[in-house]
C-alpha cells in the first residue's frame, strides 16, 4: 500500500488528490490547520470506505518547529512515504507586513521554508519508498517575482505582492538545490504549476476582488476534478530526472534565472543559515 502525505490536504487541489488516491488505495495522510476542514475530509474518506486509510495531522505550517515536528510524527508512523505532495498556501496580498513568532515573514515562512523543511527533513523515509516523488505546487513558468537576496524577510518596502511572489520563485530554485545536493537519490522532484484551478482562494480576499476573482475563476479556471488527473499522472510515472518543472503538462526548460544552480545553491544555503538562527 502507497502512502502518500499532502499539506494543504483538506482543501482545493490538496483535498482532490486526496480523495483521489484514497479511492485508489493508498493511505493517505492530510495536513491541514483547520480542524473542521479535517473532520469534513475524513467523513469523505468515510463514506468512500476508506475511513481506515485517512489520517488528518493539523499543523501550523507558518511555524519552523510545527513543520519539523510534523517530519518527526511521519516518520514515527509510516516506515516509507511514496509521495510528497507540497499545495499549502495562504494568499496576503493586502494588509502589513505580518511575522510568525519564530520572526519569519509570514508568506516566506509557509510557502517556502515549511516546503524546505518537509522536502529535506523527509528524504530518508522518502528513500525507503520503491518509486519515491515529491511534488513542489507553485508557479513555475511564470515569470512573475523575484527572490530579495538582500531581504529575504522583506523587512524594507514590504508589498503582499512581493511577499506572495517570492516564495513561488523560491519553490522554483528549492527543486534544482535539492536535486544538486542530494545527487545520489531516487527521488524525483516535480516542480508543478497547475495552472488556474477553481478552489477556495478567493475566500481570502477582499471585496470586490472576492467576487471578481469568484467571477473569473467561473469562466476560466479548471475543475479540481479535472486539474487532478494530470497531476496524479505525473505523479504515478514520474520523469527519470532528478528535477523537472511542469505547467499542467508541458515540461519546461530548466532554463534562466527560474532554475538557476548557483542561485539554488544560494538560496539552500542563506536558509540553512536561517534555520539554524531560529534554533532554541
Given at each position: ?30 495536513v ?72 519569519f515573514?509570514?508568506?516566506?515562512a ?41 531581504d ?29 545536493v ?94 539554524l538562527?531560529q534554533?532554541?
Open positions: 500500500m502507497q502512502t502518500v502525505v499532502i499539506t494543504g490536504g483538506t482543501d482545493g487541489l490538496g483535498k482532490g488528490l486526496a480523495l483521489h488516491y484514497l479511492r485508489q488505495g493508498a493511505r493517505v495522510l492530510a491541514g490547520s483547520t480542524p473542521a476542514r479535517g473532520e469534513a475530509l475524513l467523513a469523505e474518506a468515510t463514506a468512500l470506505s476508506a475511513g481506515d486509510r485517512a489520517t488528518f495531522l493539523q499543523a501550523d505550517l507558518t511555524s519552523v518547529t510545527a513543520a519539523q515536528e510534523l517530519v518527526t510524527t511521519i516518520e514515527g508512523t509510516c516506515s516509507s512515504v511514496d509521495k510528497l505532495i507540497l499545495c499549502a498556501q495562504r494568499y496576503r496580498l493586502f494588509g502589513a507586513r505580518t511575522v510568525t513568532h519564530e520572526g515573514e509570514h508568506s516566506f509557509l510557502a517556502y521554508l515549511s516546503r524546505y523543511v518537509l522536502s529535506h527533513g523527509l528524504r530518508t523515509t522518502l528513500e525507503s519508498a520503491p518509486r519515491p516523488v515529491i511534488m513542489n505546487v507553485g508557479t513555475p513558468g511564470t515569470p512573475l517575482g523575484r527572490i530579495h537576496w538582500d529575504l524577510q522583506l523587512t524594507h518596502r514590504y508589498n503582499g505582492t512581493k511577499a506572495t511572489l517570492q516564495p513561488f520563485r523560491a519553490n522554483d530554485l528549492l527543486g534544482v538545490a535539492f536535486a544538486a542530494h545527487t545520489n537519490t531516487p527521488i524525483r522532484y516535480i516542480g508543478y504549476n497547475p495552472g488556474v484551478v477553481a478552489t477556495g482562494m478567493p475566500n481570502h480576499l477582499p471585496q470586490p476582488l472576492r467576487a471578481l476573482t469568484k467571477a473569473s475563476f467561473a469562466l476560466l479556471a479548471t475543475s479540481v476534478a479535472r486539474a487532478v488527473t494530470p497531476v496524479s499522472h505525473l505523479l504515478d510515472e514520474p520523469p527519470g530526472e532528478p528535477f523537472t518543472a511542469y505547467r499542467t503538462t508541458r515540461q519546461l526548460p530548466l532554463k534562466g534565472t527560474a532554475f538557476d544552480k548557483d542561485a539554488a545553491l544560494r538560496l539552500h544555503r542563506l536558509t540553512q543559515d536561517l534555520l538562527r534554533r532554541p
